[in-house]
């Protein structure tokens, strides 16, 4: 039964990894390029956070969850901030302007910039091979951009900087949000964050409602990332994590940038980069190489995976 256990935890861990690796393409086709936009970034970060808030009061009363302590809805609020507005709010408008595939290797630095940011927030200590890492995943990443940026103009530069303020947000939300996990549960944060967010959430997505026609597509990729992207991958992942064990099952988030580059294709028509996909290769090596180093590793295992 153990090793049945172990093995569905795995496969959820993969789902759960794949319900986020698609968030990027399926941003970039809910807010549509310069060229042809289709829904408002504004409205597809307020929206989907209200979407899946709305799920999350319904599963809250079902499991009859009870309410946060006051010590919890300070990690709560700033949870609130990394995760349901900053870091896709920044994606959004950064997807308008660059390719999911060139998204994909930027947040591929994700689970470093998670291990950092308990290191400075909970003062957590990493050898100094860790830092090695994390300046030649950071390298690896400024490097790609540039090649990109070359002969493109400012716009890809541009979107760079808010990929990575995305990443930064993402991070601090996961660290934020790990600190009530164990009192809370993991399923129940998400729930309880996206609630949190409603008075804000709800009544700017309906002033933001598009006036203008907008197509089938867009709409789809919209109710993707509120529904999957927000809520549903997070039970997914947070349930594999649990039966499959955090070590072993969180390492399935290395396929991400992968598995966001190969949903492109079919979704976007993006055609497969072999540059794009070696950078990605060597960024996912200095996670891997960085992971090992990173001391402890249990506090920032949790919820390393892109929304």
Not at 136 to 149: D, P, T, Y
Not at 200 to 217: D, F, R
Request: charged fraction near 10%.
């Amino acid at each position: 039964m153990k090793i049945r256990d172990e093995t569905l935890g795995m496969w959820l861990g993969v789902l759960g990894v794949a319900f986020f690796a698609v968030t990027l393409p399926m941003t970039r086709l809910a807010t549509g390029t310069q060229a042809a936009p289709q829904l408002s970034p504004w409205f597809v970060t307020l929206g989907r956070a209200a979407l899946a808030g709305g799920l999350s009061v319904i599963f809250l009363l079902a499991t009859r969850s009870p309410r946060p302590q006051r010590q919890h809805w300070k990690p709560l609020g700033m949870a609130v901030l990394g995760n349901a507005v900053g870091y896709p709010l920044l994606l959004a408008y950064a997807l308008r302007v660059v390719t999911a595939s060139h998204a994909a290797v930027i947040t591929a630095l994700l689970p470093l910039v998670t291990a950092a940011c308990a290191a400075w927030v909970l003062h957590q200590r990493a050898r100094l091979g860790f830092w090695l890492c994390a300046v030649a995943g950071s390298g690896l990443v400024v490097v790609f951009s540039l090649l990109r940026a070359h002969g493109s103009g400012f716009g890809f530069e541009w979107a760079d900087v808010l990929l990575v303020g995305a990443v930064i947000a993402a991070s601090l939300g996961y660290i934020y949000g790990a600190q009530v996990t164990p009192a809370l549960g993991a399923e129940r944060v998400i729930c309880w964050v996206c609630v949190l967010a409603l008075p804000v959430t709800l009544p700017g997505t309906l002033w933001l409602w598009p006036e203008q026609p907008v197509a089938t597509s867009a709409w789809i990729g919209f109710v993707y990332v509120g529904v999957f992207s927000m809520w549903m991958g997070f039970f997914a992942w947070y349930r594999g994590l649990a039966m499959g064990g955090a070590l072993r099952v969180s390492q399935t988030q290395l396929l991400q940038p992968f598995l966001s580059i190969l949903a492109a294709v079919p979704l976007l028509g993006e055609p497969l980069d072999v540059v794009t996909l070696g950078f990605a290769a060597a960024v996912v090596a200095t996670v891997v190489a960085g992971k090992k180093l990173s001391q402890p590793r249990a506090p920032v295992v949790v919820a390393t995976a892109t929304r």
